[in-house]
């Protein structure tokens, strides 16, 4: 089966502009996750939908990032204006849950790599 | 809240010695307990994971049991390669306040196996 597909592999951009990045899930996975990944840190969600319905976004700096999963597949992620600190890998991930859980982990994207100078 | 906690890195080992990586964790319920491995350059992959107290996780050498009186889920392997030098984390799926499983990751631990 095919991955967890993300683009763009690698973005540089200047402070205060804007940028987006897309996920296209596991086919049949229902819940999509979006993490940020700081050199030498572990993975931190960002936001979690099941389908196109926000899980949990506790953690998404609403001030600046945004993001949609507006037909339950594919997903946008947003950062406006972006920040020196938003430089990190953003890793899109998927999962096939029963009774909520995830059945077989969670499959994660290659990423893309921002970085803000 | 919930989180994860791995003995700090990096961890330095010649080929064939035996590894443990220590993973604690602190969440409501009862989750369910994965180890990822991220190899230089790539994604992170699922290493192998348990959904349940006693149960053991296992994959490429790699063995795991989830302990919940000591709330610990620690990596082992009895003999290392080169090969198996990478980055590995600890992670859990919990159930949230707002009834829906979350995910936490530690924050990893890195493997240098010399030859």
């Known amino acids: 089966e095919a991955g967890v597909a993300q683009s763009p592999r690698y973005k540089i951009i200047e402070k205060r502009q804007s940028v987006a990045f897309w996920c296209n899930p596991i086919?049949?996975?229902?819940?999509l996750y979006w993490y940020q990944q700081i050199l030498g840190q572990g993975p931190k969600l960002l936001i979690q939908?099941?389908?196109?319905?926000?899980?949990?976004d506790s953690q998404l700096p609403k001030d600046r990032f945004s993001a949609e999963r507006l037909k339950g597949v594919d997903s946008t992620l947003k950062i406006q204006p972006a920040k020196l600190e938003d430089s990190a890998v953003y890793l899109c991930a998927s999962s096939l849950v029963g009774a909520g859980r995830p059945l077989y982990g969670y499959t994660f994207g290659s990423g893309t790599r921002l970085t803000v100078v | 809240g919930n989180s994860v906690t791995q003995m700090e890195g990096p961890v330095t080992l010649s080929e064939e010695a035996f590894l443990t990586i220590n993973c604690t964790y602190t969440?409501?319920?009862?989750?369910?307990l994965f180890w990822y491995v991220q190899y230089p350059g790539e994604g992170l992959q699922l290493l192998l994971k348990a959904t349940k107290a006693d149960d053991k996780g296992s994959n490429k050498g790699f063995e795991a049991t989830y302990r919940k009186e000591t709330t610990s889920f620690h990596l082992e392997k009895g003999s290392v390669q080169v090969s198996d030098s990478a980055v590995y984390f600890c992670?859990?799926?919990?159930?949230?306040?707002?009834?829906?499983?979350?995910?936490?990751f530690g924050r990893g631990t890195s493997l240098i196996v010399h030859p």
């Open positions: 969440a409501t319920g009862y989750p369910s």
């Open positions: 086919s049949g996975h229902a819940t």
């Open positions: 992670a859990l799926s919990s159930v949230s306040s707002g009834g829906s499983y979350i995910p936490t």
């Open positions: 939908f099941q389908n196109n319905g926000v899980v949990d």
